[in-house]
């Protein structure tokens, strides 16, 4: 049977080759459905792959109790009447909870920053107090992070996002130098590690981080965003989450008719967010990109049968020399097949070839193995189903007949 | 026991309402290395008769034995393989490859024998070339031949397999009188070198080159006879 596969690899590439242009033309359906289908898993897996970093900003067992929540439907003027968070409650939640691990407040607004000639504006200054990087996945770079005293203390000390060093320092070493907020001196104690942006959009090392007391010491007024960031174990989360909302409601003196006037968020929201849009999203893409790939079997499909009819009578020759019909539904198989692969290997070449591409201008996305995999398989599967009925066809003619064929 | 044995050999075919008996018991026997022509008028049964012997087709009934095999009650790829390893046809329209060499045409039996290992096929066919004194031709597709080479490399893929009967239907028809003698002149060789052939045609000068002559009418034997080759 070994022997035959080649023979009929043969008479296959013979027949392709005898036929340039048909064959180009009938593959080309191939490689177009092979490249969408191709570029939409590797789009799909780029995202997957943007969405995943970006959920590393947002720890697992981190609760957040906001304002507002992140996703819903509730309301907006009920929300915006809601209270701003109290942020002397984080030490309260401490207290209480039998989860928390820490318990980090949070306040945040933009303000501009300056050095000498150079300035930066639209800076989000993040006040948080002295245990946020064990709640968050900051990582200090150069230079340290503020102690507990200096937040006591309010000391006018800042930590610098990696862009913003770079913006406000091309060429000096930041640390110990002294910028303005607004009009407030602060000295260079740290430099963050670049981190990357979050799902796109905003840019985690455009940010400056400052002590929480400074914060309120500088920044007066209602606007920004205030937060408690409580991290748990992962694993009670859902528990830690009901203990969270008591602490809360008790602490703001909330009946036990009222709804909850805040929300506690966590990185969940958009996971389940995420995945209803890639479902939505991504299944879609996939079934429109298969149909072209149908559209491609069908031309295939097509010229083989044009094939098996135009070859009536080389079919009975063969017959008459000793085929069987297993050996004729064979040849034409490995034919279609033929076609259909070599579509794919083009179609996954092009699509490698658009996935750098992308990669290098759009945002992370690589031709993972076994997209590649998939493709070739896929193409080949193709070729067997599109080149079934006609094979079949092909095989079940009766050499007398096909003989006589004009 | 003779090469072929055929008894009571029936082929009907069901024509809306009419019966039609293309072969209306047929008895005939082939010893090896006979050279038999058949003939008859169109619609005598010749064609089915040939397709039968060929086991490319089944009759409706009676028994057909060859080298011994009842091969009547086959199924297609059991003629399939009765047909690769005992026959070598020759047709009136050589009905070659044409998009494969003369080399690649005589090696097709032997790629469909599957006992012949790919390494002596070239060899094989290229012995089957030489005998039909093609041996020059071997890189040639059937468009740079000529007529008779073209039947000439039919000849050589008839032979390749060593079949037990050549069977050739109406080989001179496509050819001029000269080559037409030229292909009957290697038929009588091939018949002197201890192959057993059946010959189809309608020429009387053709059929005169066979030992015996069976003609066939209205599906049945009119006469089955010894030609004067075989009686001097």
């Given at each position: 049977m070994g022997g035959f596969f080649w023979e009929n690899m043969r008479i296959a590439l013979s027949e392709l080759w005898g036929h340039k242009t048909r064959s180009i033309l009938t593959a080309t359906g191939i490689v177009i459905g092979i490249i969408a289908v191709s570029l939409m898993s590797t789009l799909i897996n780029g995202v997957d792959g943007l969405f995943e970093n970006s959920m590393?900003?947002?720890?697992?067992?981190n609760l957040y109790v906001d304002?507002?929540?992140?996703?819903g439907d509730e309301d907006w003027w009920t929300l915006r009447n809601r209270p701003r968070?109290?942020?002397?409650?984080a030490e309260d939640i401490e207290e209480r909870s039998?989860?928390?691990i820490a318990v980090a407040a949070q306040r945040g607004r933009s303000a501009d920053l300056s050095y000498k000639e150079y300035s930066s504006e639209g800076i989000f200054i993040n006040g948080v107090s002295a245990n946020y990087p064990d709640v968050s996945?900051?990582?200090?770079?150069?230079g340290r992070f503020f102690t507990g005293s200096e937040d006591r203390t309010g000391a006018q000390v800042i930590i610098l996002g990696s862009d913003v060093a770079k913006a406000l320092f091309p060429f000096e070493d930041p640390i110990d130098k002294e910028i303005f907020v607004g009009s407030s001196r602060f000295r260079v104690i740290g430099v963050l590690a670049e981190m990357g942006k979050f799902l796109g959009t905003?840019?985690?090392?455009a940010q400056v981080i400052i002590p929480i007391k400074t914060f309120n010491k500088i920044f007066h007024g209602p606007w920004g965003m205030r937060r408690i960031t409580v991290k748990v174990p992962e694993e009670h989360i859902e528990d830690a989450k009901e203990e969270l909302r008591g602490i809360v409601r008790v602490l703001r003196g909330q009946k036990p008719e009222e709804k909850d006037n805040f929300a506690i968020n966590q990185q969940k929201a958009f996971r389940q967010q995420y995945q209803g849009i890639k479902l939505a999203i991504g299944g879609t893409g996939l079934v429109i990109t298969a149909l072209s790939l149908l559209v491609g079997g069908i031309g295939i499909a097509n010229i083989m049968f044009v094939s098996v009819k135009e070859r009536t009578r080389e079919i009975g020759v063969r017959k008459a020399l000793g085929a069987t019909r297993g050996k004729i539904l064979g040849q034409f198989l490995i034919e279609s097949m033929l076609i259909t692969a070599s579509g794919g290997i083009v179609g996954l070449l092009v699509s490698t070839l658009a996935s750098l591409a992308i990669n290098k201008f759009l945002f992370p996305a690589s031709m993972s193995f076994g997209v590649a995999f998939m493709a070739i398989a896929l193409s080949a599967t193709v070729g067997l189903i599109a080149g079934l009925a006609p094979a079949r066809k092909g095989s079940l003619l009766d050499p007398i007949e096909a003989l006589r064929y004009e | 026991m003779p090469l072929i044995q055929v008894k009571d050999l029936y082929k009907i075919y069901q024509m809306g309402n009419t019966e039609v008996r293309a072969l209306d018991g047929v008895s005939l026997s082939i010893e090896k290395n006979e050279y038999v022509s058949i003939m008859g008028p169109s619609g005598s049964g010749k064609s089915t008769l040939m397709n039968l012997l060929g086991c490319l087709d089944t009759p409706s009934s009676g028994d057909f034995y060859m080298d011994g095999i009842?091969?009547?009650?086959?199924t297609d790829n059991e003629l399939a393989h009765i047909r690769n390893k005992k026959i070598g046809f020759v047709f009136q329209t050589f009905n070659?490859?044409?998009?494969?060499t003369s080399l690649r045409n005589v090696e097709l039996p032997l790629i469909y024998?599957?006992?012949?290992?790919a390494q002596f096929r070239k060899d094989l066919a290229m012995k089957a070339l030489n005998r039909v004194n093609l041996g020059d031709r071997v890189g040639h597709k059937p468009n740079e031949l000529s007529g008779g080479q073209r039947q000439r490399v039919a000849i050589a893929r008839a032979l390749v397999n060593d079949p037990a009967i050549i069977l050739a239907d109406?080989?001179?028809?496509?050819?001029?009188s000269k080559t037409g003698e030229e292909i009957m002149a290697l038929f009588d060789d091939l018949h002197a070198l201890g192959n057993t052939i059946i010959l189809v045609t309608h020429e009387e000068y053709i059929a005169e080159h066979a030992q015996r002559i069976v003609r066939l009418l209205d599906g049945k034997i009119a006469v089955d006879e010894l030609t004067k080759k075989k009686k001097k």
């Open positions: 590393k900003f947002l720890g697992r067992g304002k507002w929540p992140w996703f968070i109290e942020l002397d409650m039998t989860y928390a996945t900051i990582d200090v770079e150069f905003f840019s985690q090392d | 009842n091969v009547a009650t086959m070659l490859l044409p998009k494969s024998n599957g006992e012949v290992k109406e080989p001179t028809g496509n050819l001029d």
